[in-house]
């Protein structure tokens, strides 16, 4: 359905396929465990999502009981920070 003239002076676009393309991190687990090496891939900007929302990266598994658990993928939790 072709409106020509009809936004005459307005250009949009839209990019598939750019989310393909996005950056990833690799993380350092921060459960906090003693001994905890594990790391994990996160995308660039889902990991600076989470940091301006005072959220930490988990692997699986490594949370704790009484966290709270924001977002779950099979490779990373986000986990509000524990404060205190
Ligand atoms: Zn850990």
């Known amino acids: 359905m072709a409106q020509q003239g009809a936004s005459r002076g307005v250009s949009t676009h839209t990019e598939r396929g750019a989310a393909e393309a996005v950056e990833v ?16 891939r996160i995308s660039l900007p889902t990991f600076e999502w989470a940091r301006t929302r ?27 920070a524990r404060v205190g």
Do not use: K
Not at 25 to 40: D, K, N
């Open 25 to 40: 991190a690799r993380a350092s687990c921060e459960c906090g465990r003693p001994g905890c090496r594990e790391s994990l």
């Open 54 to 80: 005072g959220l930490i990266v988990l692997r699986p598994g490594h949370e704790f009981e009484d966290d709270t658990v924001v977002d779950r993928t099979t490779e990373f939790l986000l986990v509000r």
